[in-house]
């Protein structure tokens, strides 16, 4: 079946420490997305990507990096500069014109 | 920037009756798409009903229905006959069809929904 694999499900990470969450879709789908999720403030765009080797910064960049090495592949690492990355990491990918997204099941960041 | 709003926090309503959840976003452009989203407990989001804003007919989707109010930039979702299964966080999203801006959508807070038997 097709679809939107995420992992890890849930990651715990040490203060200044680097972590990276995997994003994988088989759906042959040319854009993908990064979304955090914060109780209260619904879904904010980090990165997104139209096509491969090319992405664009969202509305909350500071503090992560993307790369888009591969169709099907879309990374987000959380680098030690981002204030309070605990929170809700969702991936998405859609065919241009986008008329809907896709998610993945979503990543659960905990900083201890 | 278009914004989205949801200001209804929480919503909660009887098994088999209808509620109604609203969302107004803020926009200069006169061509969009909006689009309601389910996140059930399970957290991953699923596409509940979409509206292109140059339709004037509201959008369907057997006991899912808009109520699209361009003018007054209101799109509200009303659920009938609720079901058990309808609980979940519930978005709002909007996508500009001007072609920089139409590869992303802006969502709204969210509405929890729960449906009480």
């Known amino acids: 079946d097709g679809g939107i694999t995420q992992s890890p499900k849930y990651l715990f990470r040490k203060e200044g420490q680097n972590v990276t969450l995997s994003c994988e879709q088989n759906l042959n789908h040319d854009a993908m997305y990064w979304y955090r999720q914060d109780p209260g403030q619904g879904l904010r765009l980090i990165y997104y990507s139209q096509i491969v080797n090319d992405f664009q910064k969202g509305d909350i960049a500071e503090g992560y990096s993307v790369s888009r090495e591969k169709k099907e592949s879309f990374p987000l690492t959380v680098t030690s500069a981002q204030k309070n990355p605990t929170a809700f990491y969702l991936c998405?990918?859609?065919?241009?014109?986008?008329?809907?997204?896709?998610f993945g099941e979503g990543s659960r960041l905990t900083v201890l | 920037a278009q914004t989205v709003t949801q200001s209804q926090p929480e919503m909660s309503v009887q098994e088999a009756e209808t509620v109604t959840l609203s969302c107004t976003y803020d926009?200069?452009?006169?061509?969009?798409?909006l689009f309601w989203y389910k996140q059930p407990p399970s957290r991953q989001m699923i596409l509940v009903i979409r509206?292109?804003?140059?339709?004037?007919q509201n959008a369907t989707e057997n006991r899912f229905s808009v109520n699209f109010q361009k003018a007054a930039k209101s799109f509200s979702l009303k659920i009938s006959d609720s079901q058990l299964g309808d609980a979940a966080m519930y978005f709002c999203?909007?996508?500009?069809?001007?072609?920089?801006?139409?590869?992303?959508?802006?969502f709204g807070q969210g509405t929890r929904l729960t449906i009480n038997p």
């Open positions: 509206q292109e804003a140059y339709k004037q």
């Open positions: 926009t200069s452009e006169s061509d969009y798409y």
């Open positions: 998405a990918s859609s065919i241009p014109p986008l008329r809907e997204l896709f």
């Open positions: 999203a909007y996508r500009s069809a001007i072609l920089q801006g139409a590869q992303k959508l802006v």
